[in-house]
């Protein structure tokens, strides 16, 4: 396969598949075996979900997905308390919809309009062995709780030598484009948490997940800043089982089994990625392993890595802008691990580095166009 | 456009303003009202009061509001009076005063203050000669530290600033343990990790100091929260100088505390100076205290140099908050006559006769003596016996800390996390082959084996 790929860099102006060589009868074979490998994994991963849980499951879009993980949370545990601004009427973006009325005024509340005191506030109650699930109405506001998140609840137990911690902090935010959320309601802010030892940041990308991983967050020993991405609050839908199940953090998850490139995302990133590897292997017949991420920090370095080794080449995308994105971090890493595997420079498809914008919103980001691109490109510039 | 002519646009708007007012007038023709009562007489008991409540709600609303028609820009000018029992002599001002302290507790209370006073004056001069690396003395704030802490209950949960260790003494975080964290050896309960006097500890339940201002008084609301929903009958407290209540977190935890109903103390040392910031500077209002109102919350002011009075207005401030699950603000005036760390010279920018007549006119250690001696409970001999043992204590207790070896390398990486993730143990192994190539370079020998 190399060979072919260092052929097809000398004969320029041809189609990515015509510079690779492949036939169109192997074109379709490999679809076709691309095809077969995707819906096993599809199968493989809804069926573990399922063992996880109790089997029953009901459809759910991603917000309905996080009130059922909450109303899970306050049920079992008397020490889980939900709040934030409008929290008790059912949120902003409804995901906690009739968790006041079931568990009262104490347990489920609105806080006054201040991000600091909200996680200042959980801080304190985790401290002494709460578990405050605290809501900050969108990523875009969680700069003024930076203070309390970096230098209080992620140091928490380390700079008490394990006396206390804030272990039971989870803060649940909305970010991500939306399609009109202009500068304050689009930012994906997840790369100035990943740089803060002792905080855990968490990113589902569907219903079944966002439940696990919160219900996982919720119990998690440390403090955990838990991004939903808003633009999946009600487009994403799926059975999610109905019960108490759980996803581990820090594994990363290999949602659809490839063999040319390796592609890593998180949140709603991952439909956009599905869209551009469709697009790759329809037109080129380039196979892409999916890698969600799930767990920022700490992140799933093996997984990532095994399948590079396999792919030989990296596209990172997200929303955020790639200037100290977390894609930085990843490429760095995998090119410090796998250097002898690389075949191609790591790619990395983000946010412009540009505040996010509003008119130009479809311009700025990401689109599976970009990423089809990158993706062609790397197996073009294989060595 | 002519003003006179009717605007279009306007005749549109009150045209529809008027249909929905005749609308609105249909709607609640007496025939209507009287259906309207009708079928709430005949409705389930919850529908009847959801109706009422809304009802209820926008007349409260509405009757919330007061009109004037005067302009009238005002500054409410005031000077909240402290509160005190004993004056700068020791002679009990407070006519009705009848003392809920025992003279074995205030003879406590006051060798704890000596304590903390010889304590500092010996590990400040062990920072001046390198032996540690930085240091905060408290002259002139004992009386507010150890009187409110002798108020408290064991099991009440405190959130410090830094200039607290008095309240760590008398909670049983002694000194022995101050020097530990002060050396960062293997006894610090903090493992070495933090500056001198950054002290916690979950047996004296109080939470471990960070460097960070004003962070404390927002965990100090969450905590009491979580006491009173755990049915506990505790209060929180948090602790700070009059410059961190100027950060934003002094605001929201007030605001928090008062609206969620957290059984907390704020309690403010308005010592005059955040480093070498006057109050003047810091706030023009009168106080802290005086912002309590804003936040309608009760509090004191109270003469931070009398010991009586910061006890007696502490338990009564304690006593409130576990009753009525409500916050209190409570704020001793006092001086601080240290410089503000062992980094700080403070005759750069304050004038010394200033230092010198706090010294010599309003010290809260002399106010509690001379209380006690007129009361026949002390003399000089008791004092100099008291202060020789001290000395000799404090000095064992750093040279102790100095012996002990620092905590193990491992503790570098434990704790981040509950567990360490496996690129920890990745930096930890790279670490320890790093060390084993020049191990020379390092100093291994100061770190105690695992």
Known sequence: RDEEHCSSQRRKGATPMQRRGLSAVLRTRRLARHVRACSEMRRKTEADVIAAGQGETRSMNLFTAINDALDIALGKDDEVYVFGEDVKFGGV??????????????????????????????????????????????????????????????????????????????????????????????????????????????????????????????????????????????????????????????????????????????????????????????????????????????????????SVEKTGRLVISHEAPQHGGFGAEISSTVQEKCFYHLQAPIQRICGLDTPFPLIYEKLYMPDHLKNYEAIVQSVKDSC | VDAQTPCPVMNVVSRRLRARLVACRRAFSSETLMKLKQSQADSPVNETKAAETEEDSASKLRKSRVYTTELDMKLEKTNIPCFRIIDEEGQVVKSDYKPSLSVEKMIKIYETMSKLTVMDKIFYDAQRQG???????????????????????????????????????????????????????????????????????????????????????????????????????????????????????????????????????????????????????????????????????????????????????????????????????????????????????????????????????????????????????????????????????????????????????????TDVYKEMPPRLKEQKAALEEHLAKYPEAYNLGKYAKE
Not at chain 1, 138 to 167: C, L, M, T, W
């Open chain 1, 93 to 306: 973006f409804r995901c906690c919809i009739g968790l006041n009325e079931k568990y009262g005024d104490d347990r489920v509340f609105n806080t006054p309009l201040c991000e600091q005191g909200i996680i200042g506030f959980a801080i304190g109650a985790a401290a002494i062995g709460a578990k405050p699930v605290a809501e900050i109405q969108f990523a875009d506001y969680i700069h003024p709780a930076f203070d309390q998140i970096v230098n209080e609840a992620a140091k928490y137990r380390y700079r008490s030598g394990n006396e206390f911690n804030a272990g039971g902090v989870t803060i649940r935010t909305p970010y991500g484009a939306v399609g009109h959320g202009g500068h304050y309601h689009s930012q994906s802010p997840e790369a100035f948490f990943t740089h803060a030892a002792g905080l855990k940041v968490v990113v589902p990308r569907s219903p079944a997940q966002a439940k696990g991983l919160l219900l996982s967050s919720i119990f998690e020993p440390d403090p955990v800043l838990f991004m939903e991405p808003k633009w999946l609050y009600r487009t994403s839908v799926e059975e999610v089982p109905v019960g108490d199940y759980r996803i581990p953090l820090g594994e990363a998850e290999v949602i659809r089994a490839g063999s040319d490139v390796t592609i890593v995302g998180w949140g709603a990133q991952l439909q956009i990625l599905a869209k551009a590897a469709d697009m790759a292997m329809e037109k080129d017949g380039i196979s892409c392993e999916i890698i969600d991420l799930r767990t920022l920090t700490p992140w799933d370095e093996d997984t990532v890595c095994r």
């Open chain 2, 131 to 413: 032996r540690i690396s930085f240091f905060m003395q408290h002259m002139g704030e004992q009386a507010a530290l150890i009187g409110s802490a002798a108020a408290l209950d064991q099991e009440d949960v405190v959130y410090t600033q830094y200039r607290e260790a008095g309240v760590y003494m008398w909670r049983g975080f002694d000194i022995q343990q101050m020097s530990h964290q002060c050396y960062g050896n293997v006894h610090d309960y903090g493992k070495g990790r933090q500056m001198p006097i950054h002290y916690g500890s979950r047996a004296s339940n109080v939470h471990t100091v960070s460097s960070p201002l004003a962070t404390q008084i927002p965990h100090a609301a969450g905590a009491a929260y979580a006491l009173k929903l755990e049915g506990k009958p505790n209060v929180g407290i948090a602790y700070f100088g009059d410059g961190a209540a100027s950060e934003g977190d002094f605001h929201a935890a007030l605001n928090f505390a008062a609206t969620l109903e957290c059984p907390v103390i704020f309690f403010c040392r308005n010592n005059g100076w955040a480093i070498s910031t006057p109050v003047h500077e810091q706030f023009r209002g009168d106080g802290i205290l005086s912002r309590a109102k804003g936040y309608g919350m009760y509090g004191y002011r109270v003469d931070g140099n009398d010991m009586l009075a910061v006890y007696e207005a502490t338990k009564e401030a304690r006593e409130y908050a576990v009753e009525q699950k409500k916050p209190v603000l409570l704020e001793a005036m006092s001086y601080r006559r240290s410089h503000h760390s062992s980094s700080d010279d403070s005759s750069t920018y304050r004038p010394k006769d200033e230092l010198e007549w706090w010294q010599n006119n309003n010290n809260p250690i002399d106010r509690v003596r001379m209380h006690l001696e007129a009361r026949g409970a002390w003399d000089s001999d008791k004092e100099a016996a008291m202060r020789q043992s001290m000395k000799k204590q404090v000095v064992a207790c750093l040279n102790e800390a100095e012996r002990a070896p620092k905590p193990p390398i491992v503790d570098l990486f």
